[in-house]
Structures are given as structure tokens and as C-alpha cells.
């Protein structure tokens, strides 16, 4: 079992910034790939970014260029600059094991593993 716990939301004003944290216990050890992805009410689920297990970061379309994804052993981070109304949403850390066939972590249905999420709100 792996746990997530994020940290590191809040509310900004449009062009501001926020870092989000997630930081993984619990692991056995065996490597494991993480991503963010967020949720705005009545919205599907949409992938942010994620890093694979070969450490190669990928981004969502609306992210690229304002957003970055760094990672160290245990924790995921996600650097969120110019933030727009648009990024409001209740942004959650997933983590899934590597090993086996490549999963694309822009989409949700690939994680094992979720964080209970954290809320970011831009609005002037």
C-alpha cells in the first residue's frame, strides 16, 4: 500500500502561483511512477502531469509552459505559475507501480493510488 498526502493548496489571485506537495509513505519498496490530476465541480477528472517510470515528466495541454513537475524519492511536486480562474479545482496526487506494460498517467483510470486531494481556488 502506498499513501499520498498533499499539501501546498490555497487561494491566489489570476497570474499568481502556488507550489503543491505530495509527499508517498507506505511503499514496499518496489518503484512507483506519480502524477497530479484535478477536479472542478462538474467536471471529469483531468490529468495535470505525471512522471513515469523512466523519470520523463508529460503535462496536459492546458498546463504546458505554466506548470512543472519535479519529483524526488518520496515526493511529488507541482510547480503552478500564471494561474488562471480555469485551474480552480481540487488537485490530487496519484501514484501507480511500474513494472509491466507502459500507462499513460494523463489518465486516471491508470492509478493505483490517491491522495485525498487539495483545494486550489484562483479568482480576484
Known amino acids: 500500500q502506498v499513501q499520498l498526502a498533499e499539501s501546498g493548496g490555497g487561494s491566489v489571485q489570476p497570474g499568481g502561483s502556488l507550489r503543491l506537495s505530495c509527499v508517498a509513505s507506505?511503499?514496499?519498496?518496489?518503484?512507483?511512477?506519480m502524477g497530479w490530476l484535478r477536479q472542478a465541480p462538474g467536471n471529469k477528472r483531468e490529468g495535470v502531469g505525471f512522471?513515469?517510470?523512466?523519470?520523463v515528466p508529460t503535462y496536459g495541454d492546458s498546463v504546458k509552459g505554466r506548470f512543472t513537475i519535479s519529483r524526488t524519492k518520496d515526493t511529488l511536486y507541482l510547480q503552478m505559475n500564471n494561474l488562471k480562474p480555469e485551474d480552480t479545482a481540487v488537485y490530487y496526487c496519484?501514484?501507480?507501480?511500474?513494472?509491466?506494460?507502459?500507462?499513460?498517467?494523463?489518465?486516471?483510470?491508470?492509478?493505483?493510488?490517491w491522495g485525498q486531494g487539495t483545494q486550489v481556488t484562483v479568482s480576484s
Open positions: 512522471i513515469d517510470c523512466e523519470d
Open positions: 496519484a501514484a501507480y507501480y511500474c513494472g509491466g506494460y507502459y500507462r499513460y498517467g494523463l489518465n486516471d483510470y491508470e492509478y493505483d493510488y
Open positions: 507506505g511503499y514496499t519498496g518496489s518503484r512507483y511512477s
